[in-house]
């Protein structure tokens, strides 16, 4: 099983930019899919981002071109940099890993992120 620690969360006025990053251990890291997923309070969680050992990536509708997810397979990490932040991205957000192979799934323990002036 995977151990994933995000960080890069916190307090960003709207317009702002944060990038959040996930550090994953072990080696199954270069043939996960990875993503990041949110949930805001009352809500259910969703689909921000994803990418394939491939590095094909997909958002979800909402991003609109201001997220971008990245990985680094030398450094077993994964990235979400995203800019123009709205106050309808306050969420907490999750880093994922889906090993394809085996179907088994790891959660990271989830950053906030709260985009408020």
């Known amino acids: 099983q995977v151990q994933l620690v995000e960080s890069g969360g916190g307090l960003v006025q709207p317009g702002g930019s944060l990038r959040l990053s996930c550090a994953a251990s072990?080696?199954?890291?270069?043939?996960?899919?990875m993503g990041w997923y949110r949930q805001a309070p009352g809500k259910q969680r969703e689909l921000v981002a994803s990418?394939?050992?491939?590095?094909?990536?997909k958002y979800g509708d909402f991003v609109k071109g201001r997220f971008t997810i990245s990985r680094d397979n030398a450094k077993n990490t994964v990235y979400l940099q995203m800019n123009s932040l709205n106050p309808e991205d306050t969420a907490v957000y999750y880093c994922?890993?889906?090993?394809?192979?085996?179907?088994?799934?790891?959660w990271g323990q989830g950053t906030q992120v709260t985009v408020s002036s």
């Open positions: 994922n890993a889906y090993n394809v192979i085996t179907r088994g799934s790891s």
């Open positions: 072990g080696s199954m890291f270069r043939i996960a899919v």
């Open positions: 990418i394939n050992p491939a590095s094909s990536t």
